[in-house]
């Protein structure tokens, strides 16, 4: 299983030009990947895949961590505006149309892997514990236990 070390460094090339683009550094820090991944982490308490099924748990992480470090690069992104000299001309970034594409790729992706629940959940919800279908019990903040357990 993945760690979050390993999605660092794989998103640190997977999508280096977004991250760069967006300054957004490829690091486990507030400032860099720590924010996405900890909503990945919230949200695979959510997901219903047996924890049995590694390939399915590391393939709806990935999804879910993507998606979020996706929404955190728009949110850098889609605030600048390029103005004009000269006039009233204020226009978004010609980048922020592609980071949209690529977020919804990554939507769809996590909607499919994940399922609804953990894409919606990821965000806001304080998941702790043991999975138990979609109710999450116990005192950690990672999901523990078994061969799909998230380090």
């Not at 990821?122 to 236990?145: C, F, K, M, Y």
């Amino acid at each position: 299983m993945a760690t979050r070390d390993d999605l660092v460094g794989y998103f640190a090339v997977i999508l280096d030009d977004v991250l760069a683009t967006a300054g957004v550094p490829a690091t486990d820090a507030p400032e860099g990947l720590g924010l996405p991944l900890d909503a990945a982490d919230r949200a695979m308490a959510l997901v219903t895949i047996p924890e049995t099924d590694e390939a399915a748990t590391e393939a709806a992480y990935t999804a879910l961590a993507r998606y979020h470090i996706l929404l955190r690069v728009r949110d850098k992104v889609a605030p600048r505006f390029k103005v004009a000299v000269g006039g009233d001309s204020y226009a978004l970034p010609d980048s922020l149309a592609g980071i949209n594409q690529l977020l919804a790729d990554a939507y769809h992706a996590a909607l499919f892997l994940a399922g609804p629940v953990a894409v919606a959940g990821g965000a806001g919800v304080v998941a702790r514990g043991r999975r138990i279908g979609v109710i999450a019990l116990g005192g950690s903040a990672a999901v523990l236990g078994g061969a799909g357990s998230i380090r």
